[in-house]
């Protein structure tokens, strides 16, 4: 029986090659998926996880809660706890930690690392075991900088160059007094690291004379908890905390796993999605196998094989098929997994460095889901075909088994679907977050519920085509037909489409109506020319507000200042900024009161009135970090948005409280209004600075859109993935339809029908059948896009639905360009079929 | 041995086959499936093919009918002769010139019975004479019927749609292939009844493959073939003439 069995697999290289196919893409989905959010999360994992083997006890300033009309504080690590640290009998030594965000241009002048992870810290000492030297010396002073290896390499920096780097806004140029090899991941994952003598690098990164963390050794013998013990008690309580380098080397590993669990969850779907296409089919490619071989497995009854023998010799069959597919298609996942890391670092993605990595598990998975799912789906078939009667080797009119009603499986589809569709409604009406678990529960209901129901939704669908293919006489007639002959297939074929086109329209719908809400905020807030931000996100320094200041064309600049403060027992967070520009600068719609910014008055958005229940006019008491009261007025309320809300004051007002003043962003308003000249100038004037952006509105939105073309370009990587699954599930479907149905071809040739009208009956069939799942993928994204959508708008003002008609169009393009393509194979089979042979294969 | 005679037959030949030859295969493995076959196949007449298996006769109507390539000779439907023609112009000959009637069914089971019926104008795009579409209809007794799937049909019935179809488009001449092959007898004669009234009563060129004397004793005419070559024909025959002329194959048979 295994030898027949394996015969068979041979027997039909065609058919081989398209069920190997099928297993082999379901397969490559799903170890491709592994492999990359594998090595994503070991590349993360890695840059994060900064040596901790340098460190036995960690001290870490405490931050105090907010509380009643004070702002917490974060307390110091000055030069005496680290000497204390030092002195407990179990210390073998201490050091301070400075660090802080340090941009370093390349010899062209531009930020290395586009701004991932451009770190700085200090050199402890004369000889910091943390980064041993390869070249060069200690620095010291400004003047003198040492940089990691592999940022040298990258960008040819030899030890006496000078480098032009950036902490918070001014230009340094040190020279480079040394190069240093460090275990730190985050170089490792292309990252840089700049390091200055400890008191300059306290000094730059303002924090003089204390640290961010004190690092202890344990003397040998000494463990890293009886460490911990006796610096918890040499220690102040309440200004520190320690931790042990186990313990956060733990805590690390735990955070990086559960901000990559969203990817990975979000892969994992859409390689579920794949299976789950896949599993159709390759359930198809063996129903059409045992189709064509009923005669065969009849004889093989005849002659005295029992029904289990028929049965196994199909699994057999498909136990061979899917080893054979589950090994190459791993093979091919890994690639994906290597291609979807570079395609992403292409498209302008910081993706941390690192080695691909596979691991048993991926490997076993792909192995257990291409045999599993292929013998699972092998298996209905299998059953099926040990149910053909001895006698149809001998009857020519054995017809297979009457399909059965499709009254349950419609009644079940309405069902799933009519829940989903309510949860779905349900969670639009819920706010933000809390709607996500209903919206998503409600849209796989959906989804399962459309996919029973395909069967049902074909007639009609297809139905409402007759017209278009009217046009095309008797072979549009016949397609129309014919697709809608066996349902079942119909929709199974259609699925796969429809499965990615959901998807991807959803998306596509959400990220263009996101956009376009984003646009419209940033052309309706603001009036500034550019607004001017540091490129990590950091503060910038006050100076830079200065400098741009003495700008001739700049008539105006107001920089935004964030600083916390405590109101009515709340924590509110100020916004300072010059009030005398305030008006030029921002366009903000004034919902009662007057625009007037200055003193004591000040103005709140809409939001943070409500709450406090404040007016025009109302007067309140705030708190400011610095502990000072003091009453102020709210002289308007103005619709906030995500880029102006909160309290807005003079900086006049705000900045005396402050203990180092920084800016979030500067808003700038020269007299040209906006020009590539202007930029240059504004630029220039910063010291062509890598670490600075100067952006105009059309440079913020398009980088508020960066995010959602990144997203939607890997997504629409992925949907090529499950275009080519459906292409050969369509390929399958018609060639089996095409076999079943030789001679009615056949037939046709004979009385008249042209190879061509042939051919494009079979090209029409396909055509209507993909159209098909592309109409319903589509629907059915803009409905989750909508409802997506307004679960949005309920934190997002601007949100409005956009549809995209043009990318709609191209997906309905797309399906029919799968159908075409798909139909070519068939179509020329059908075409070239010899009638006499098909009118006699009775 | 003799070759089909015309003398005395002014009636107009609707195909000929002259010095027609179906060669399989080269060398040793070369079979000969019809030797130098000419036959005429005059209008308005019923004839049937006979002859023991193998003996070509299927290949003769295949090759007649335009369904099959031939190695050699020449075959003329009308005024046409089919030797010269590309796929595609044969296909528009077979749409617009002949019928089919073939032992499975063959109908499309997607099409109701009056779709079948339609089918090669419909591919020719061309609108059925409805007067005559009527009287084929009604000649076949399918009028309650038209609106029917196959699959909803009698094998009868579904043979007789098969006939109406290959009337309805007024096909120079009608090729069946065993037509009653698979029917019960009473289906069977009622389908051959109606090829015969199709002949005497609106000058129909019939040409059938059959192996059963009884319905060959419908035709006018029987043509007996055996070893691809044309051995005896018999004008008028009855079950048992044609009975009587298969045993000397078969006894021929068993001699050789």
């Known amino acids: ?842 | 041995m003799t070759t089909a005679s015309i003398a005395g037959r002014a009636t107009a030949v609707a195909a000929r086959a002259t010095d027609l030859s179906k060669i399989y295969g080269q060398g040793e493995t070369q079979v000969v499936a019809l030797d130098r076959v000419s036959v005429d196949f005059r209008q308005a007449e019923f004839t049937a093919i006979m002859g023991p298996s193998g003996s070509g006769k299927s290949t003769l109507m295949h090759c007649v009918a335009g369904l099959d390539t031939f190695s050699s000779g020449s075959v003329r439907i009308g005024e046409t002769e089919l030797g010269s023609l590309k796929d595609k112009q044969l296909t528009k000959l077979r749409r617009d010139k002949i019928g089919f009637i073939f032992q499975a069914f063959n109908l499309l089971p997607t099409l109701t019975a009056l779709e079948n019926i339609t089918l090669p104008m419909d591919i020719a795009g061309r609108k059925p004479d409805k007067q005559w579409l009527d009287s084929v209809i009604a000649m076949v007794g399918l009028a309650d019927r038209l609106g029917h799937r196959p699959s909803q049909l009698s094998g009868g019935q579904q043979q007789r749609v098969a006939v109406a179809r290959a009337l309805a488009s007024r096909p120079d001449i009608i090729f069946g292939d065993e037509p009653t092959g698979n029917l019960d007898s009473r289906s069977g004669a009622e389908v051959l009844g109606f090829l015969r009234n199709s002949v005497r009563e609106l000058g129909q060129t019939v040409v059938m493959v059959t192996h059963d004397p009884v319905a060959a004793a419908y035709a006018d005419r029987v043509v007996f073939l055996a070893d691809g070559r044309i051995v005896d024909e018999v004008y008028g025959p009855t079950a048992e003439s044609v009975l009587d002329r298969m045993k000397q194959f078969d006894a021929k048979g068993r001699t050789s």
């Open chain 1, 1 to 842: 029986m295994f030898r027949t069995a394996l015969r068979n697999v041979f027997a039909h290289k065609a058919r081989l090659l398209m069920t190997v196919l099928a297993v082999m893409l379901g397969v490559a989905f799903v170890s491709g998926t592994l492999v990359f959010t594998n090595t994503i999360s070991e590349a993360y994992q890695k840059s994060s996880a900064k040596g901790f083997d340098q460190v036995d006890v960690a001290v870490e300033p405490e931050t105090q809660e907010d509380k009643g009309d004070t702002v917490g504080k974060t307390a110091e690590l000055t030069q005496s706890l680290l000497d204390e640290s030092a002195r407990v009998p179990g210390a073998a030594s201490a050091i301070g930690v400075v660090n802080g965000f340090t941009a370093i241009a390349d010899k062209d002048g531009k930020l290395i690392g586009g701004g991932f992870q451009s770190q700085g810290g200090n050199y402890w000492g004369t000889k910091d075991a943390r980064y041993p030297l390869v070249s060069g010396q200690v620095p010291s002073g400004a003047g003198e900088v040492l940089i990691d290896s592999k940022t040298a390499k990258r960008a040819g920096y030899e030890v006496g160059d000078t480098v032009r780097l950036s902490v918070d806004g001014p230009v340094l140029d040190p020279k480079i007094t040394g190069i240093f090899t460090t275990d730190d991941g985050n170089v490792a994952a292309g990252g840089s690291l700049a390091l200055f003598d400890t008191a300059t690098a306290q000094r730059l990164f303002g924090k003089t004379g204390t640290y961010d963390q004190i690092d202890v050794r344990a003397k040998a013998g000494v463990s890293q908890a009886a460490l911990k013990a006796e610096l918890d008690k040499a220690l102040p309580k309440d200004t520190v905390e320690t931790t042990t380098g186990q313990e956060l080397a733990d805590s690390q590993a735990e955070m990086i796993s559960s901000s990559m669990s969203g990817l990975k969850q979000g892969l994992l779907v859409f390689a579920g999605i794949a299976l789950f296409v896949g599993t159709f089919i390759i359930a198809n490619t063996f129903t059409m196998l045992v189709a064509q071989r009923t005669k065969e497995l009849a004889l093989l009854r005849a002659v005295g094989a029992s029904r289990r023998q028929v049965t196994r010799s199909v699994l057999i069959e498909a136990f061979v098929v899917g080893v054979v597919a589950a090994v190459t298609g791993l093979a091919a996942g890994i690639g994906i997994g290597a291609g979807l890391r570079s395609l992403m670092g292409s498209l302008g993605a910081t993706v941390p460095d690192g080695p691909l990595i596979i691991t048993p598990g991926t490997v076993g998975a792909a192995l257990a889901v291409g045999v599993l799912v292929t013998m699972l789906a092998a298996w209905l078939p299998g059953r099926r075909a040990a149910k053909i009667p001895p006698v149809a080797a001998m009857s020519s009119l054995y017809a297979a088994a009457t399909t059965k009603s499709l009254v349950l499986r419609n009644t079940l589809g309405a069902l799933f679907s009519g829940a989903g569709i309510a949860v779905v409604l349900a969670a639009t009406t819920m706010s933000g977050s809390d709607g996500q678990a209903p919206m998503g529960l409600g849209a796989v209901l959906l989804i399962i519920g459309v996919f029973i129901l395909t069967p049902l939704l074909s007639r009609p669908l297809i139905a409402a085509a007759a017209p278009v293919l009217r046009v095309f006489g008797v072979s549009g007639k016949l397609a129309r037909q014919n697709s809608v002959r066996n349902p079942r297939r119909t929709a199974a074929t259609a699925s796969a489409l429809m499965i990615g086109l959901t998807l991807i329209t959803g998306m596509t719908v959400m990220a263009g109506s996101l956009q376009k809400s984003i646009d419209k905020m940033a052309a309706s807030a603001i009036k500034a020319d550019y607004v001017v931000s540091m490129a990590n996100g950091n503060e910038l320094s006050p100076d830079v507000e200065k400098k741009l200041g003495r700008i001739d064309d700049v008539t105006a600049t107001s920089p935004l200042r964030n600083a916390p403060s405590r109101i009515d027992g709340e924590t509110e967070y100020l916004t300072g900024v010059t009030g005398s520009t305030i008006g030029e600068l921002t366009d903000l719609k004034i919902d009662s009161g007057a625009f007037k910014v200055g003193g004591t008055q000040v103005v709140v958005d809409d939001k943070t009135a409500t709450s406090h229940g404040w007016k025009a006019g109302s007067g309140f008491t705030v708190s400011y970090e610095d502990g000072k009261k003091q009453k102020l007025t709210v002289t308007g309320v103005y619709e906030g948005n995500e880029m102006i809300q909160g309290i807005i004051l003079d900086n006049a007002t705000l900045s005396p409280h402050q203990s180092d003043p920084a800016d979030m962003q500067v808003m700038v308003k020269t007299s040209d209004g906006t020009s590539g000249a202007t930029k240059d100038q504004l630029e220039k004037a910063l010291g062509s600075n890598p670490a600075i952006k100067v952006q105009d509105k059309k440079d913020l939105s398009d980088e508020i859109a960066q995010m959602f073309t990144l997203m939607l370009n890997m997504l629409y990587g992925l949907l090529a993935m499950a275009v080519l699954v459906a292409v050969l599930g369509v390929i399958n479907t018609l060639a089996m339809s095409v076999f079943e149905r030789s001679q009615e071809i056949g037939m046709l040739r004979a009385i008249g029908l042209d190879r061509r009208g042939i051919k494009r009956m079979v090209r029409l069939e396909s055509l209507v059948i993909c159209l098909f799942g592309g109409v319903l993928g589509i629907g059915l994204g803009v409905f989750f896009g909508w409802a997506a959508g307004e679960l949005l708008g309920s934190s997002l003002a601007t949100y409005e639905l956009v549809l995209p008609w043009a990318r709609m169009a191209v997906f309905l393009l797309l399906a029919a360009t799968v159908g075409v393509l798909a139909a070519l194979w068939p179509a020329r089979r059908a075409g070239r079929l010899n009638m006499l042979a098909a009118i006699k294969s009775e």
